[in-house]
């Protein structure tokens, strides 16, 4: 049971680091059995579950032949073509034991951000949900280029709990929470058990990215800004240590976490997903007729800031 009771509908966030092996490249397939027994577990209890999974670009590594080295863009995406199948298709065998089908979701920015294909989303994923059918999910690598992608799956994960309006979101880490140091570095960092808001001083605990599995692009950063994204859409985010067998069942029956509350007054849909957009652009269309009277009030303001520092220079 979680602080804030037990999730209806619950978002669960996996990093590449978690279902890969960085030393083989192999999929984890024992603890990925694990975590399909969690969510089956949580299916009988009448909780929704949507999956957000990283992983296609690790596994695809393996399929290619390819080295530890960085891989060029075109590399990536080759990789994450090979994988994606290993991938879905692991998660299948893993909740096929249970009578649970799984369906493919991959994504872009574009599905989250504008409006049209977001509300296409959710009309998708509350199909699939109706049907019985958890979703996995993960950013659509094979077409992304580093202007235009996510850059991590805890940001998608968090616009996915706010598209499907999800009341917890669960993000997977190796490390069991949010500390005031790095504890890979810091043996006597404190652990924060629960962050009411993300202030400037909790930011300042995050690192950079997971350098240390070697795999994956976020972070603790990224993992913060995930959290802020669903508090603003009504939904509790925890952090907890993914690493171990049956890590869901581990963080309900209270293993350790950090867990940010939701914002108490959640905005409506529209402006959640209006005033959390990861990569904010448009533009402003005056017509003719507002355009004299904008160039008369554009003229009253200056001459109305001239007097003002003019009366500012007297007084002084």
């Not at 991938?87 to 096929?96: D, P």
């Not at 296409?120 to 059918?133: D, Y």
């Not at 140091?181 to 605990?205: G, K, L, Q, Y």
């Amino acid at each position: 049971m979680t602080p804030f009771g037990a999730p209806q509908r619950l978002v669960l966030k996996f990093g590449s680091a978690l279902l890969v092996d960085a030393g083989t490249g192999s999929l984890r397939e024992d603890w990925l059995a694990s975590v399909g027994a969690d969510i089956a577990a949580l299916r009988s209890r009448n909780c929704a579950v949507l999956v957000v999974s990283s992983g296609a670009v690790a596994l695809g590594r393996a399929v290619l032949g390819l080295t530890a080295r960085r891989l060029k863009l075109e590399e990536k995406q080759a990789a994450a073509a090979a994988g994606q199948a290993n991938l879905v298709a692991a998660w299948g065998r893993a909740l096929a034991p249970h009578g649970i089908k799984v369906a493919q979701a991959l994504l872009t920015p574009d599905d989250t951000e504008r409006r049209r294909r977001w509300l296409n989303g959710r009309a998708t994923f509350e199909t699939l949900l109706g049907f019985g059918v958890v979703p996995v999910i993960n950013e659509n690598d094979t077409v992304a280029t580093q202007e235009l992608r996510y850059g991590d799956n805890d940001r998608l994960a968090a616009r996915v709990a706010q598209m499907v309006g999800a009341d917890t979101l669960v993000l997977f880490s190796d490390v069991d929470g949010l500390y005031d140091r790095d504890p890979r570095s810091h043996p006597d960092a404190s652990h924060v058990p629960m962050i009411a808001s993300i202030t400037p001083e909790i930011e300042a605990m995050a690192g950079g990215i997971n350098t240390h599995a070697g795999v994956g692009s976020g972070g603790m950063r990224t993992k913060l800004d995930a959290a802020r994204i669903a508090a603003a859409a009504g939904c509790r985010t925890a952090i907890t240590l993914g690493t171990r067998a049956n890590p869901l069942a581990a963080l309900l029956d209270g293993g350790r976490a950090s867990w940010f509350a939701a914002a108490t007054d959640p905005q409506t849909a529209r402006k959640a997903w209006l005033g959390q957009n990861l990569k904010p652009k448009g533009s402003l269309t005056v017509d003719a007729g507002a355009a004299p009277w904008l160039a008369v009030l554009s003229g009253a303001i200056r001459c109305a800031c001239l007097a003002q520092m003019a009366q500012s220079l007297r007084a002084a």
